[in-house]
């Protein structure tokens, strides 16, 4: 009886130092970290917790994935109520744990995950585990997340935000913190709601063309899947069983992408057969639109902003091609087999 005594007194003093602990870290957080740095993902957040209850579909991934998706486009046609839960070099491991987080008050029925060959191959200290975290709307899935983080160098950055504030009695740059994040609707130029950021309107012109992409953007044929983070790779069948166990339909993404970008990745038919061969493994949907017949004349230079992110013109192009290849009876009409047909 001591003993069991004993330890609810410890888990209560836990309870009591965690709860002090977010306390303070959200006080800091409203303090001292820099709007601007931040403003998308708390405009995001914000804007989930007000659609709590109504959502139904979500797309994740990286930040190809915010320009390239318009949830106000996809729910039109399809009669969704979906959400953009993309963000900058986000980890599927931020994915997993936001597909959680948002399904405590949501009916889910689908789930997209966006991939693209850095995700899956480049490593911890390449990928933002800040952003999931600060997307989370319930303290379940914050504390879930915490748990689940095995550096304890993320673990601190996260809890012990690197502010960019110069000092910390700059009291005019706190002053200027706490006006914008609790403003009741506080503007953000290329957000248009649901987690969509807006492209804009600049163009590609090849200026960072090269023959060959960096290793990270660089898919080796010979090496196949045994070149992507495990991580990446656990936290995908994760997300796949936890889909699975909870009824909703899980799709993996590839996103179109410009050619010269797309001539230098490497060996991208063996990457679509990795994957195809892994999402077959997995029982989940995959749809590779690297692969789509006219991508070379619907998805050139002028529909993206750099060589991997979409502009305005791009992601509406883009969301509206999503709408009608997800409502189709044969999606599989809209793709070509392997590279080699686009005739290059």
């Not at 599927?92 to 995700?119: M, W």
């Not at 983080?149 to 700059?170: F, I, Q």
Request: with cysteine; glycine share 8%; net charge neutral.
């Amino acid at each position: 009886m001591r003993n069991i005594k004993n330890a609810w007194k410890v888990i209560s003093r836990i309870c009591v130092v965690l709860a002090f602990v977010l306390v303070l870290e959200s006080a800091i957080q409203l303090c001292y970290e820099d709007w601007g740095t931040i403003s998308t993902l708390t405009l995001s957040q914000r804007d989930r917790k007000t659609l709590n209850g109504t959502l139904d579909t979500l797309y994740c991934g990286p930040s190809v994935a915010f320009n390239a998706i318009d949830p106000f486009i996809l729910d039109e046609r399809l009669g969704t109520s979906s959400f953009n839960l993309a963000a900058s070099s986000q980890p599927v491991f931020g994915s997993y744990y936001l597909i959680r987080d948002a399904a405590v008050n949501n009916e889910i029925r689908r789930v997209y995950q966006i991939l693209t060959i850095p995700t899956l191959k480049k490593g911890r200290g390449q990928r933002n585990y800040l952003s999931p975290y600060k997307q989370m709307c319930t303290l379940r899935g914050r504390l879930a997340y915490l748990a689940a983080l095995r550096d304890e160098s993320t673990l601190l950055s996260l809890l012990a935000y690197s502010t960019r504030v110069k000092t910390y009695t700059s009291w005019k740059s706190v002053r200027n913190n706490i006006r914008r994040k609790t403003e009741k609707n506080p503007s953000m130029g290329n957000y248009k709601g649901r987690g969509f950021r807006i492209g804009g309107d600049k163009v590609y012109q090849g200026e960072n063309a090269q023959e060959r992409n960096v290793d990270y953007n660089y898919w080796d044929g010979a090496l196949g899947l045994s070149q992507a983070d495990e991580e990446e790779l656990s936290y995908l069948r994760k997300s796949a069983e936890f889909c699975k166990k909870n009824g909703i339909e899980y799709t993996i993404l590839l996103l179109p992408q410009p050619q010269e970008n797309l001539s230098g990745a490497g060996d991208l038919d063996n990457l679509n057969v990795c994957l195809r061969e892994f999402t077959d493994e997995l029982g989940v949907g995959f749809l590779n639109f690297q692969l789509y017949k006219n991508r070379l004349t619907e998805f050139a230079d002028d529909k993206f902003r750099d060589e991997e992110h979409m502009n305005t013109a791009g992601g509406e192009a883009f969301s509206e091609l999503l709408a009608e290849v997800l409502s189709s009876d044969d999606p599989g009409d809209y793709f070509y087999e392997s590279m080699a047909e686009f005739g290059l």
